[in-house]
Nanobody
Framework: VQLVESGGGLVQPGGSLRLSCAAS????????MSWYRQAPGKEREFVAN????????NYADSVKGRFTIYRVNAKNTVYLQMNSLKPEDTAVYYC???????WGQGTQVTVSS
């Protein structure tokens, strides 16, 4: 199992970024996928998830209405579209497969003027 995130970077407050997580080594469409984040000095926290069947989504209250998680099973990829970014969104963002607890290596998102 391999999860590889990309798309992080430096963005100004109010800006947007789209993170990608390319999965391999398993049947991607079978599994719920999640995004977590960890800010400096803080614990890792849940951001969003999307189920395998039906694509139901859940979000942390702090990102609801600003972030959108979606998946393209044909590309074995899960995305996190982040809009109206705030400085408090600054963190390393991780892709996560809950079943058997697989993590990606993370991608840094910095929101700063």
């Amino acid at each position: 199992v391999q999860l590889v995130e990309s798309g992080g970077g430096l963005v100004q407050p109010g800006g947007s970024l789209r993170l990608s997580c390319a999965a391999s080594g398993f049947t991607f469409s079978w599994y719920t996928m999640s995004w977590y984040r960890q800010a400096p000095g803080k614990e890792r926290e849940f951001v969003a998830n999307i189920t395998s069947v039906g694509g139901s989504t859940n979000y942390a209250d702090s990102v609801k209405g600003r972030f959108t998680i979606y998946r393209v099973n044909a590309k074995n990829t899960v995305y996190l579209q982040m809009n109206s970014l705030k400085p408090e969104d600054t963190a390393v963002y991780y892709c996560y497969r809950p079943v058997s607890a697989y993590w990606g290596q993370g991608t840094q998102v910095t929101v700063s003027s």
